[in-house]
């Protein structure tokens, strides 16, 4: 099955700085899904990719997927506390596996104030 | 999007014993999905719950120590059969929404599971 291959495995910033995690894969992707999960709480969707090239903009949040459809970003510009959490990237296997999501390691993000 | 439950959010279990987590949601889904979480590590699909029909497992997963019921399209249990202390993991049910198959999904709040 698909594999996704994630890093950093931690990073610390301080408030204000910036903050990026790769995601990258060996195949190519069909899709590529962003999720955080706060301290103690459960994934939260972010947002899906599909398109090569694909970028897309969430406030802070910036998402892209590669052009050969085998990586992506998520880049944060001005970190805040309440950016705090574990960042999945996911992806889902098409065809009959579709629905099926592989997950990438997480990033780990700590904000000091 | 869904309100999602699970119960129970936390057990602590002796081994051998069993535990059925229940998964609850608002609405309809075709699709219901099990997942694993061990303490600091990603999420590993343990099966696919379907409605009417037996679940789909995946690799490194067996029906016998992860039974799977999925009575109508907003219910689902997994039990977690005959349990050791590496069975201690969170536990997370999600659906996927939307008719058009989107893809996202959404996640129930998890049940921690402790095996003493």
């Known amino acids: 099955g698909q594999q996704v291959m994630q890093i950093p495995q931690y990073q610390h910033v301080q408030e204000g700085e910036d903050f990026t995690t790769y995601c990258n894969s060996s195949?190519?992707?069909?899709?590529i899904q962003w999720y955080k999960q706060r301290p103690g709480g459960h994934p939260v969707f972010l947002i899906q990719?599909?398109?090569?090239?694909e970028v897309k903009k969430q406030k802070r949040l910036t998402f892209q997927f590669g052009e050969a459809k085998k990586n992506s970003s998520l880049h944060i510009t001005a970190t805040q506390t309440t950016d705090v959490g574990t960042y999945f990237c996911?992806?889902?296997?098409?065809?009959?596996?579709?629905?099926?999501?592989?997950f990438g390691q997480g990033t780990i993000l700590t904000v000091h104030p | 999007s869904a309100v999602i439950s699970q119960k129970p959010s936390r057990d602590i279990c002796q081994r051998g014993t069993s535990l059925t987590i229940q998964c609850q949601v608002d609405?309809?889904?075709?699709?219901m999905f099990w997942y694993r979480q061990q303490p600091g590590q990603s999420l590993t699909l343990i099966a696919t719950?379907?409605?009417?029909?037996?679940?789909?497992?995946e690799s490194g997963f067996v029906i016998d120590k992860f039974p799977i019921s999925r009575p109508n399209l907003t219910f689902s249990t997994l039990t977690v059969s005959n349990m050791s202390p590496e069975d201690s993991s969170i536990y997370l049910c999600?659906?996927?929404?939307?008719?058009?198959?989107?893809?996202?999904?959404?996640f129930g709040p998890g049940t921690r599971l402790t095996v003493t």
């Open positions: 195949t190519t992707l069909s899709n």
């Open positions: 719950a379907n409605q009417g029909s037996e679940a789909t497992y």
């Open positions: 996911a992806s889902n296997a098409g065809g009959t596996s579709y629905g099926k999501l592989t």
């Open positions: 999600s659906v996927e929404l939307g008719l058009h198959r989107s893809g996202e999904q959404y």
């Open positions: 609405s309809q889904v075709t699709m």
């Open positions: 990719l599909v398109k090569s090239g």
